[in-house]
Nanobody, 122 residues
Framework: QVQLVESGGGLVQAGGSLRLSCAASGRTFPSYQVGWFRQAPGKEREFVAAMHWSGGSTFYADAVKGRFTISRDNAKNTVYLQMNSLKPEDTAVYYC???????????????WGQGTQVTVSS
């Protein structure tokens, strides 16, 4: 079993930055891929970024490539999403999720956090 808790959301002006955190717990967590997804009102949940907990490749949606960075701190069992140059269209509830396989399809992720709201004002 994997438990995930997000934090770090808030209100920021366009061009600003936020760092989201995803605190993870679970005996087998090092085996998982961790992803960030977001869902804006009236829209489907969409992939943002992903990485394997043990390191290696990172994956990003085209819409955030070059602006967002996913990283991890093994000692703190935490995955981060650093978001720079934020745009109003980045406004959404952001979720972290964990899976043993796959990376950009939310249906492949069985474990989810509760979400954290990010609002970017113009």
């Amino acid at each position: 079993q994997v438990q995930l808790v997000e934090s770090g959301g808030g209100l920021v002006q366009a061009g600003g930055s936020l760092r989201l955190s995803c605190a993870a717990s679970g005996r087998t967590f090092p085996s998982y891929q961790v992803g960030w997804f977001r869902q804006a009102p009236g829209k489907e949940r969409e992939f943002v970024a992903a990485m394997h907990w043990s390191g290696g490749s990172t994956f990003y949606a085209d819409a955030v490539k070059g602006r967002f960075t996913i990283s991890r701190d093994n000692a703190k069992n935490t995955v981060y999403l650093q978001m720079n140059s934020l745009k109003p269209e980045d406004t959404a509830v952001y979720y972290c999720a964990a899976t043993l396989s796959g990376y950009n399809n939310p249906n492949q992720y069985p474990y989810w956090g509760q979400g954290t709201q990010v609002t970017v004002s113009s």
